[in-house]
């Protein structure tokens, strides 16, 4: 029998240490998974839900984005996807008569964990102007309302389109249709906080904005790094991925400023064997300083020059591939030889040692991969971070050959696919092009805003309603103060929502809450039961098909609310058939794979259970369709976050209790935390010199240019194995030390990994 919802929110001010493990997975992870399963949806339907997770006849994990194996076993799913599936499959309920307990004061004063286990939402709800709480409302007269805000804009572009990374490719391809034909390009999404510094780079460097590497590539590698990324919490699949690659013969480089346990030792739960012994996995571990991996790269790169120019060096350098492949090489080469050892050194807290032995095995690899997630892309000069990663594998020829490539991680299930869709608020003129002859209405061309301005634009009353297709926009955003005053400056605020969160608490004048179908959930409409596609990772595209009965009669799937929103906003103006694409979603199909490169012949490809394989030019054919015609070299200075004295430079994390801002529950098991979550892990000498001891309480003060004092308060100090003169603590909590204005170049993703603090006695004391 399922667990009832906690009603009191758990005290969290005295969190247990213990010491980190060493290994991730295990007989731990089997008895936590089947734990949480059973409190949330009873033994019955855990057995029968996750049984169908990831299967070619099942439906796609609502969790990360990693591909699935063609041939799968029977419980192809992890631990963190088994909570994700749970929290959505739950037997709790949030009915009206919930929201008629709480004010949305009272709601805000709640904990996001305590939001979140609350359960599923069952009906509209609105807060009307002036109310202190949600009420029920009809679907037809919520409709009406975000018409009535839409409407009576002074200008489409003071409307903002979020859109989460759960959304299906359906359901996002009808999402910007509508945004477009309503006059607006402000499409931010989650991708603008986390991958943005990774498309960017790599659109400039090899045309495409994706990873090159599909999942067998893995397999055949010799040489893998893994930077700035903690697969064990963040895309525990990926560790399955990794013992075959090892089993293989592939070697395993770590970069990051933590030790994880996932990426020291392996205990695979599906083989008896793995579950109990496990597979090392890190064959060298450089614990680098938070922001040094363009130093490193630089160094590196340097260093295989020089070993090619050496009498014994030939081969070091692939110099067909560049000759044929590449422009820029001779400004890269010049600034790579400029590396100097004493400021890398200094940028990244290695040694010398470590350095020539990371070169070492470079250089017997013949097949290098580099993956990486967040460590790598939020930071001010992320974008020149990742060129330097495809410097270095370009150098060697290691993109457009098997087992060779650049790997963005993305963590949340489709929003590669979002983004493939259109969800952009910088278009392709292409893709507009396209759109335009398809549907015959003019997009608009201006570029709209992303997450970072739309919120300014809020701020400064030049947006007035925020429509969010799923997410939890408030929780995700940097300088939580900021965007939270920002929201409240709306006129309404609308969520697509399958679960109560923080957002629902920081609404505008007028709020609505629009509850979804989840993937877990059968899709009955007028033309049928309907399945919906994502793509992962990899650039792989598959179906995803619910097995379950909706969590209520009144809940409506992402494109039937896209198309009634649509049919109500744009009137008999419209010309696009949004009443036949809400009951069949192979009409909708149908039409991107008109307007969408690589979805020609769509419903006929998706049909195959293992779905196919979107192109991907320097992949597939070694052609680069970048603004030179080739793979581009690049060379821009080294950049590391300087630190004051004092000082500490905090990167923001996940618990393992976590998956992006839903919070599962208290613990962080790997890292020994249990029943609470606001700690910072702090290095022993640091924490000596700064005369902060383990299990004392410290405030965090960030310190930016802007002087504005940003403070988080009452974190118990954990004294831990990070990088010297580095700190880490768990997000949304430390969000608010993130400033609006401290992003990356470029791509102006929040630098959430690279914040200054001072540690000051708790004012909570």
Known sequence: MAGKAP??????????????????????AIGHTLRIAQQQMGVKRTALTLLRVNQKDGFDCPGCAWPEPDHRHAAEFCENGAKAVAEEATLRRVTPEFFAAHTVADLATRSGYWLGQQGRLTHPMYLPEGGDRYEPVSWERAFDIVAEELTA???????????????????????????????????????????????????????????????????????????????GTNHPRMLSALEK?????????????????????????????????????????????????????RLLNKLILAEHDSASGSGAVDEGFIGEHTHGFEEFAAAARAADWDETLTATGLTRAQIDEALRMVLASKRTIVCWA???????????????????????????????????VRGHSNVQGDRTMGIFERPAPAFLDALEKEFGFAPPREHGYDVVRAIKAMRDDKAKVFFAMGGNFVSASPDTEVTEAAMRRARLTVHVSTKLNR????????????????????????????????????????????????????????????????????????RTPWEEFEKDYATIRDRIARVVPGFEDFNARVADPSGFA??????????????????????????????????????????????????????????????????????????????????SYVDLVGEWKDGVERRAPGFRVVHYPTARGCAAAYYPETNVLVPLDATADTSNTPASKSVVVRLEQSSTD
Request: proline fraction near 7%; glycine fraction near 10%.
């Open 503 to 574: 957002s629902h608490a920081v609404t505008g004048a007028r709020a609505l809450i629009l509850p979804t179908l989840g993937r877990t959930e059968r899709d009955l409409q007028g033309g049928g039961e309907q399945f919906v596609t994502v793509e992962d990772s990899m650039g792989m595209v598959h179906a995803s098909r619910g097995r379950l009965e909706p969590a209520s009669g009144q809940l409506l799937s992402e494109p039937a609310i896209v198309c009634r929103l649509a049919r109500r906003v744009l009137g008999e103006d419209s």
């Open 7 to 28: 009603k009191s929110d758990p005290v969290q001010d005295a969190p247990q240490v213990a010491e980190p493990k060493h290994a991730a997975a295990g007989l731990p």
């Open 245 to 297: 690659a090892k089993a293989g013969g592939a070697k395993i480089i770590t970069v990051n400023p933590l030790p994880e346990a996932g990426l020291e030792r392996f205990k695979n739960p599906q083989t008896p064997q793995g579950m109990f012994k496990g597979a090392a996995l890190t064959d060298l571990f450089l614990q680098i300083r938070i922001g040094g991996d363009q130093a490193l790269f």
């Open 374 to 408: 967040m460590g790598l892309t939020q930071h001010k000069h992320s974008v020149p971070t990742i060129r330097e990663v495809v410097n270095f594998l370009l150098l060697r020829g290691n993109i457009g050959r098997p087992g060779a490539g650049v790997c963005p």
């Open 153 to 231: 804009l002074g200008s489409p572009d003071e409307a903002l389109f979020y859109t989460s990374g759960r959304t299906s490719n359906e359901a996002a391809f009808l999402y910007q249709l509508f945004a477009r034909e309503f006059g607006t390009n402000n499409l931010p999404d989650c991708s603008n906080m986390c991958h943005e510094s990774s498309g960017s780079a790599l659109s400039e460097t090899i045309g495409i904005g994706k990873g090159s590497v599909l999942l067998e590539d893995l397999y055949k590698a010799d040489l893998i790094i893994v930077a700035g990324q903690n697969p």
């Open 614 to 695: 979107l192109p991907h030019a320097p992949r597939d054919e070694r052609r680069f369709p970048t603004a030179t015609g080739k793979a581009n070299f690049t060379a821009a200075p080294v950049e590391y976050p300087e630190l004051p004295e004092g000082r500490l430079l905090l990167q923001t994390l996940r618990s393992h209790d976590q998956y992006n801002t839903t919070i599962y529950g208290l613990d962080d098991r790997y890292r020994g935390i249990k029943n609470g979550r606001r700690v910072v892990l702090v290095n022993p000498e640091d924490a000596r010199e700064l005369k902060v001891a383990d299990g």
